[in-house]
């Protein structure tokens, strides 16, 4: 059953879209990642042009966000003030991030752009949480080897404008959380992701932030930050397809629930290094695409009138 995305411009088919959604919602639920760093991708590979799979997917990571940041509220696990200020730097950094994916749509780069972003980051992070997830199953195995420390006081911590952040235990300068949120915020506009891949691992090894907060922080600044950003792309772009993103939020719905029930048959570590070998994957796809000569050297297009 073929579906027409009227902002794509193009026809897909249902079953693939919900698929897609199914496939990153079962993802999320068995390794508690957003997915959208994922999503985007795989809406390249099914013909979507990337401005509007940027802009779209981050529909499914708001909805996603939302049900898990409520869930961590209960729990008291987020700590409001260090969200509060990495939402602010969020929301400048995806102003940011808006005007440069603006700048190169208009010099028509925004396609290579963004491909290029995602083999860049996506290549770097499924590099270092392979290494990461490798050192961890070694040490499972071998439990007297030494602990390596999580957090080092760097000299970020020691700039002005000190504040006491109570939840998560910390005194430190708000400008290291703040360009942890602005560089999430570029993130988010140029690549349409939550950016949690990143932010998690920063809030832990650069800010000192307690395991039992980062989660629940991380949702609380992404959902604002992705709903920021989604609507930017809609307003400035009109690159947002609701039908498509109804479709992903379908699938992903259903496959949350079915990831979480698989998560918990399989060992932390054999989690953590099979999502690294599948980010590693999906940077290769991106950029054997880029490399690979199309099929079609040259394509037509009718422009509108001057």
């Given amino acids: ?29 068995m390794f508690g990642v957003g997915g959208g760093f994922l999503i985007t991708p795989l809406l390249f590979f099914i013909g979507v042009p990337p401005t509007v799979a940027v ?17 961590h509220l209960k729990r008291k696990t987020v700590d409001l003030q260090m ?36 083999v860049l980051f996506l290549g770097i992070i499924g590099g270092l949480m392979l290494q990461e997830s490798l050192r961890a199953l070694i040490r499972s195995k071998n439990p007297s080897a030494p602990k390596r420390k999580l957090h080092k006081h760097y000299w970020l911590h020691n700039l002005p404008f000190k504040m006491k952040f109570r939840t998560s235990g910390l005194y430190i300068s708000v400008f290291p959380p ?37 989660i629940g922080t991380s949702l609380f600044q992404i959902t604002f930050v992705a709903a920021f950003t989604t609507m930017m792309h809609a307003v400035t772009n009109h690159s947002v397809d609701v039908m498509l993103a109804i479709f992903l939020i379908l699938g992903g719905v259903v496959g949350a629930q079915i990831g979480t029930r698989v998560g918990l048959k399989l060992k932390a570590e054999q989690l953590r290094i099979a999502l690294a070998l599948l980010v590693l994957a999906v ?20 422009l509108g009138r001057f």
């Fill in 83 to 118: 969200g509060t200020v990495l939402l602010i730097g969020g929301l400048i950094g995806s102003l940011i991030g808006i005007w440069f994916f603006n700048l190169m749509s208009r010099l028509g780069q925004i396609d290579l752009i963004v491909q290029l972003s995602y």
């Fill in 178 to 214: 703040l360009l942890v949120g602005m560089g999430v915020g570029v993130l988010a506009a140029i690549m349409g992701v939550g950016g949690g891949f990143i932010m998690v691992p920063a809030m832990i090894y650069l800010l000192g932030m307690p395991t039992k907060v980062v």
């Fill in 55 to 71: 802009a779209t997917g981050v529909n499914q990571v708001v909805a996603s966000s939302i049900s898990g940041v409520l869930a």
């Fill in 283 to 302: 940077c290769g796809k991106i950029a054997f695409d880029l490399l690979w000569p199309p099929a079609e050297l040259y394509s037509v297009t009718v």
């Fill in 1 to 29: 059953m073929q579906v027409y995305l009227p902002i794509a411009e193009t026809s897909v088919n249902a079953f693939t879209l919900l698929g897609v959604g199914g496939g990153v919602g079962m993802l999320s639920g």
